[in-house]
């Protein structure tokens, strides 16, 4: 499997953005799939996970009311829906998948993953 998360951008505070994880293979369906974080000088930060259907959802704390999660199997695309921007959301943002239809909030559990892509919030 392979993944390209695209959509970043420079937004002010308050907007929204949507990113999109598009994945090549037929299998990308059955997996599990999250998106995670990066800002300069800190760890990587989970944000929020899918399961293979798109039945059960799991938000980070620190986004949760302003973020959320979907996916389109039949595009092969993962969405992260980012509303009420701060600029402490700037990061690069990577989305993954993982080799079981469940989600999961852990680095470690997830086998494949997609160049990320920058978004930036400003004040």
């Known amino acids: 499997v392979q993944l390209q998360a695209f959509g970043g951008g420079l937004v002010q505070a308050g907007g929204s953005r949507r990113l999109s994880c598009a994945a090549s293979g037929r299998t990308f369906s059955n997996y599990g799939v999250g998106w995670f974080r990066q800002a300069p000088g800190k760890e990587r930060e989970f944000v929020a996970t899918?399961?293979?259907?798109?039945?059960?959802?799991y938000i980070a704390d620190s986004v949760k009311g302003r973020f959320a999660i979907s996916r389109d199997n039949a595009k092969n695309t993962v969405y992260l829906q980012m509303n009420t921007l701060k600029p402490e959301d700037t990061a690069v943002y990577s989305c993954?998948?993982?080799?079981?239809?469940?989600?999961?909030?852990?680095?470690?559990?997830?086998?494949?993953w997609g160049q990320g892509t920058q978004v930036t919030v400003s004040s």
């Open positions: 993954a998948a993982r080799r079981s239809a469940g989600y999961s909030i852990y680095v470690y559990d997830y086998a494949y």
């Open positions: 899918i399961n293979w259907r798109g039945g059960s959802t």
